[in-house]
């Protein structure tokens, strides 16, 4: 089949590869437009974009996809598919049908729990065991389309969602191309989405990430790993400024500290919660590159009272 693939982040490499190396043709990639990255907020390639024009393939760009040249380039393109993985933006309802067997989005949840943008991510806020990837349709509804395909995947101990996006990312890359080869077969069947068990999990933003002390030392500890890499985890400093927060441990042994209240240690740093504690790993304080919990709080000269969590400046 003629492909168009629709993904921006690393985490599409895998399934833009796969259906590159398959019998399929890959005629051109829909992707992002650049954007300013670093301390010289300097404009770079979506991963997927610099990826694709190391391959000599067809990269599309656009600002919108509901300007109407070009949703005519699209088209013009002819394609049977559109494979998406975490492309960015919404398929306006004029481009939907355009190709022959639809857009067939990956998505790293197993719908229709966690529809959104940071599905990983809200899974392991909520302490999943388990999770998965769903390919479906795309219809006008935000991840409502009929499920063609599904793999589960095991939630580890100390999966942040950066660990746990990269398997699926790789996991699901054959899921999509069994999809699309199902569908060039006729032998794929797709199924309408129950209407239990739906759940949303919109994008996080970095107020999302603060951490609540008074929550218990296990909610502590899903919300650090579920918030990283991004938006990143953070709390503030006695101080008030901000202290950005690596994995934690739990440490429900501890039952005498009230929430964010430290107990600085040789090795580490123990922080109360509204039950247990928990020892922190790294921390970066502001403007400073990351360090051992341990040498941050000899460096801070706390005091008996200093805790985490006051108010920001």
Do not use: C, K
């Given at each position: 089949m003629r492909l168009l693939f629709a993904g921006t982040p690393e985490v599409a490499l895998?399934?833009?590869?796969?259906?590159?190396?398959?019998?399929?043709?890959?005629?051109?990639?829909?992707?992002?437009?650049?954007?300013?990255?670093?301390?010289?907020?300097?404009?770079?390639?979506?991963?997927?974009?610099?990826w694709a024009a190391e391959q000599g393939l067809q990269v599309l760009t656009p600002r919108t996809l509901r300007d109407p040249e070009v949703q005519d380039q699209i088209r013009a393109l002819k394609v049977d598919a559109a494979p998406v993985?975490?492309?960015?933006?919404?398929?306006?309802?004029?481009?939907?049908?355009?190709?022959?067997?639809?857009?067939?989005?990956?998505?790293?949840?197993?719908?229709?729990?966690?529809?959104?943008?940071?599905?990983?991510?809200?899974?392991?806020?909520?302490?999943?065991?388990?999770?998965?990837?769903?390919?479906?349709?795309?219809?006008e509804g935000l991840d409502t389309g009929p499920v063609l395909g599904?793999?589960?995947?095991?939630?580890?101990?100390?999966?942040?969602?950066?660990?746990?996006?990269a398997r699926l990312a790789e996991s699901g890359a054959p899921l999509l191309l069994a999809t699309l080869d199902a569908?060039?077969?006729?032998?794929?069947?797709?199924?309408?989405?129950?209407?239990?068990?739906?759940?949303?999990?919109?994008?996080?933003?970095?107020a999302d990430a603060r951490v609540d002390w008074a929550a218990p030392a296990a909610a502590v500890d899903r919300l650090v790993r579920g918030t990283t890499p991004a938006p990143g985890p953070w709390t503030t400093a006695p101080d008030g400024s901000r202290l950005k927060l690596g994995p934690v441990r739990v440490r429900t042994d501890i039952t005498d500290l009230a929430p964010g209240a430290l107990r600085p240690g040789k090795q580490d740093v123990l922080v109360g919660?509204?039950?247990?504690?928990?020892?922190?790993?790294?921390?970066?304080?502001?403007?400073?590159?990351?360090?051992?919990?341990?040498?941050?709080?000899?460096?801070?000269?706390?005091?008996?009272?200093?805790?985490?969590?006051?108010?920001?400046?």
């Open positions: 895998p399934s833009l590869r796969a259906l590159v190396e398959s019998s399929h043709e890959v005629v051109a990639v829909l992707t992002r437009p650049d954007a300013r990255r670093g301390r010289g907020r300097t404009l770079h390639p979506s991963p997927v974009a610099a993985v975490a492309y960015g933006a919404l398929i306006p309802p004029a481009l939907l049908d355009v190709p022959a067997h639809g857009w067939v989005n990956l998505h790293f949840s197993l719908l229709p729990a966690w529809r959104g943008a940071a599905p990983v991510q809200h899974a392991l806020i909520a302490g999943d065991d388990v999770t998965g990837a769903t390919t479906f349709r795309i219809e599904t793999l589960t995947e095991s939630v580890r101990p100390g999966d942040t969602a950066g660990d746990l996006l569908l060039e077969a006729g032998t794929a069947v797709a199924v309408p989405q129950p209407p239990d068990g739906v759940s949303q999990a919109p994008r996080l933003e970095v919660t509204g039950q247990g504690a928990v020892a922190l790993g790294r921390v970066a304080p502001a403007g400073r590159s990351w360090m051992p919990a341990a040498d941050w709080a000899r460096g801070a000269r706390l005091n008996e009272d200093a805790r985490l969590g006051v108010d920001a400046r």
